[in-house]
């Protein structure tokens, strides 16, 4: 489901609707990487509350996030638990915080809120594991995979014929 025609829907003051949908889920972009969601489709738990002013929206699910871990480009799996709110006035003003940006002709764009609903909760980085090494700055392999350290300049025999120089120049 990407969208959910509110018109189906007869609430009257103090009702609640409350039902399981099925929610269709696009890929994100996220720090210049994209995110697909695997499976595509998650099933969430959307509520309308509806009282004389207006109306709260709610949408729960989780989502899981298949991409490229932000240390060492690797595979990364990330679970994202989303409880959404919006809500909308029955007579909003000009007001945006009182009119939900996803309501458009009594049409619910799901797509969109739960995208930036996703968005949302993501943290900074996105990892493959919370320690990740990431890649070696010297020579860009994998530290996961291959954990290494270059030797420092100091210890370059060619450095060491030099100090030798200057000792005995010394
Ligand atoms: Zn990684
Ligand atoms: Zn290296």
Avoid at 15 to 29: M, N, Q, S, V
């Amino acid at each position: 489901m990407k969208s959910f025609n509110l018109r189906t829907v007869k609430l009257r003051s103090g009702e609640e609707f409350r039902d399981a949908i099925e929610l269709e889920l696009t890929p994100l972009e996220y720090g210049g990487q994209r995110y697909i969601p695997v499976p595509e489709k998650s099933l969430a738990e959307l509520a309308f509350t509806r009282a004389t002013t207006g109306t709260l929206f709610q949408l729960r699910f989780t989502a899981r996030l298949h991409g490229p871990c932000y240390r060492c480009l690797g595979d990364a799996v990330l679970d994202v638990p989303v409880n959404a709110r919006e809500y909308q006035a029955t007579s909003p003003s000009d007001d945006d915080e009182l009119r939900t940006p996803y309501l458009v002709d009594e049409q619910l764009d799901l797509e969109a809120w739960s995208r930036d609903a996703i968005a949302l909760e993501l943290p900074e980085q996105i990892l493959c594991h919370p320690d990740c090494k990431g890649l070696c700055p010297m020579c860009g392999k994998d530290l996961n995979v291959e954990p290494h350290e270059h030797e420092e300049q100091r210890d370059d025999p060619r450095w060491a014929v030099l100090a030798d120089l200057r000792e005995k120049l010394e």
